[in-house]
């Protein structure tokens, strides 16, 4: 159950000064704005908090949300743009590494992190000037939280673009701020705090609290190869963490169950974006994952994006043990999966019948196998573009049949606007990430072998039934019995994480910090091209030293100047 509105978008902060006057009426406040002395309650920092929150599900437009779906998902080869060429253009060229110093998601997802921020610093600047009756505890709590969320919105910095401008609460607004300075130093920083100073257990579900902060800093900390550190507060986190209410953290027996919003908040939960359908607003129900339903008919009704790619849905390939192909061989004729390319929604088709991981039928809408609970997919007639795209549909964050009216909003132009979560950290994320750091630091591997074990046997024990009741496909999922040397069990981990993990925004960065990033997506570019000759791939490369990050918007250094602001290599 959510318990806290985290998702409803606040007033704007303003802080004003009054400048005193021998005429009364000049005193008054101007209308439709906040005192700083109103602010300063307990009730305003609390909302100003809420504001940083809310930028968790983004702002203008699909691109800037916490999911990453085009940043993280699409870039890293899990998911083609999907739909037509036409249809949001504007992310063709973040589709084949080609991405313009002025392009609009770019900026987007830039400025959606910095509101993030600016909202933080603005909390954490009222506390500072809080009001005589605000506890001290409040303070302490409130501003762990803000110091969380600041962290967070840097980290995704971070992530997609290198190094940016870092700002503070005690920032003048005036100086330029250049983007010379390593940001993990003050995302640590930030995290660290929020983990030794934010409660165990929050009185509104959707809060950080000590183990989501210490699950967020111990992933900052793996990304910098700070593994053994890490795998200290992952096993803290593990041992000890406990949702926002006090249960203690664990997988949920169904897989499909941590992306339906009647399962939200649950103890796989470790931080999520809050979304709520029928609130009077669309933006509080995930508005940057409308696009990514099935096009033409099921649940949305549109717009087709977000499909999978056939890699991915190649990799969940098992062998006769049901372990995955990890030497890539998953692409190989023999191995592919089948699929309906190509085949008229009228015509006969039969499903692939080798063994697969049962994740690829939770997380791939394919013709013929049921689509949660709206039937079978029906192939062509729910896609939008077929040789642009592909035969796939997504299906991780969809709403069911059954879940019409509660888990989705139907009062705009398509019903695709939902009340799932976005799980930013899921415990089965923190096994696997405590599994890996485990490896790095050259520690137990029968130990990483049980974390990732626990994610497979979760995985093994959720099949996608048909209507009667039997397994949908041929699921056989091995258990690991040992692992013969560090980089057998490196490579285990990494392909559990693809498994595991995909859709949700995590491959791109997955493979910037393994470094393989080149590698990896020119292999796919070339594989992906073969199917969609003439389309989103034609001509694409992966270049290194270059399109690990983003460009530094064109605008931010029209602003700041060239002189202060750096473009990043390539640009």
């Not at 509105?5 to 004003?16: A, D, H």
């Not at 501003?143 to 969380?148: D, P, Q, T």
């Not at 949660?372 to 795209?389: E, V």
């Not at 910037?512 to 990033?517: E, K, L, Y």
Request: hydrophobic residues 35%; contains cysteine.
């Amino acid at each position: 159950m959510k318990n806290i509105k985290l998702y409803v978008l606040p007033f704007l902060i303003i802080l004003i000064s009054v400048t005193a006057c021998k005429d009364d009426f000049l005193d008054e406040a101007p209308k439709q704005s906040l005192s700083s002395n109103e602010l300063s309650s307990l009730a305003g920092i609390e909302g100003s908090l809420i504001a940083s929150y809310s930028m968790l599900l983004g702002r203008d437009g699909f691109y800037s949300d916490a999911s990453n779906w085009l940043w993280g998902s699409i870039r890293g080869g899990e998911a083609n743009k999907g739909t037509d060429p036409g249809d949001q253009s504007v992310a063709n060229p973040v589709v084949a590494y080609n991405v313009p110093t002025n392009n609009g998601p770019t900026l987007s997802k830039y400025r959606a992190c910095y509101e993030g921020i600016a909202r933080a610093n603005a909390t954490l600047g009222l506390i500072a000037v809080a009001q005589e009756g605000v506890p001290d505890d409040a303070k302490v709590r409130i501003g762990a939280e803000a110091r969380f969320l600041r962290g967070y919105y840097y980290f995704e910095l971070k992530k997609n673009f290198n190094n940016t401008p870092y700002i503070d609460e005690s920032w003048d607004e005036v100086t330029p701020v250049s983007n010379t300075t390593d940001l993990y130093v003050p995302i640590e920083a930030d995290l660290k705090y929020a983990y030794e100073n934010l409660p165990e257990m929050m009185a509104d579900a959707g809060r950080a609290n000590k183990w989501a902060a210490g699950a967020m800093y111990a992933k900052a900390l793996l990304f910098q190869g700070k593994n053994s550190e890490a795998l200290a507060v992952f096993n803290k986190v593990i041992a000890d963490g406990v949702t926002a209410n006090g249960t203690p953290y664990g997988l949920l027996d169904n897989y499909a169950d941590a992306f339906r919003s009647l399962t939200d908040n649950s103890k796989e939960s470790v931080f999520a974006s809050q979304a709520a359908a029928n609130t009077g607003t669309i933006q509080n129900a995930n508005p940057a994952l409308v696009l990514n339903f099935p096009n033409g008919g099921g649940p949305g009704g549109c717009c087709g994006f977000f499909q999978p790619s056939f890699d991915m849905v190649n990799s969940f390939r098992t062998d006769g043990n049901g372990f995955p192909l990890v030497d890539g061989s998953y692409n190989d004729a023999g191995n592919a999966v089948a699929n309906d390319m190509g085949i008229e929604a009228a015509d006969p088709f039969t499903p692939d019948a080798g063994n697969l991981d049962p994740r690829i039928d939770h997380s791939v809408g394919r013709r013929g196998l049921p689509y949660l609970d709206w039937g079978d997919h029906p192939g062509k007639t729910w896609i939008r573009n077929q040789p642009y795209a592909g035969p796939y549909a997504p299906k991780k964050f969809i709403y069911y049949q059954g879940g019409i009216g509660v888990e989705n909003d139907g009062s705009s132009w398509t019903p695709g606007y939902t009340a799932v979560n976005y799980n930013i950290i899921r415990f089965a994320d923190v096994l696997l990430m405590a599994a890996e750091a485990e490896i790095e630091s050259n520690g137990d591997l029968d130990r990483a072998k049980d974390l990732i074990n626990q994610v497979r046997q979760r995985a093994m024990d959720s099949p996608v039934l048909t209507a009667g009741g039997t397994p949908a496909a041929n699921y056989v999922i091995g258990m690991y019995a040992s692992f013969g040397s560090q980089e057998e069990a490196r490579q285990a981990l990494r392909f559990e994480r693809r498994m595991e993990l995909s859709g949700e925004g995590h491959r791109m960065y997955d493979l910037n910090r393994w470094g393989i990033s080149t590698t990896e997506l020119n292999a796919f570019l070339a594989h992906e091209d073969a199917f969609l000759g003439g389309g989103p791939y034609q001509g694409a490369s992966f270049d290194a030293g270059k399109d690990e990050f983003l460009p530094i918007p064109q605008d931010e250094i029209d602003l700041i100047g060239a002189d202060v602001l750096k473009q990043n290599p390539g640009y």
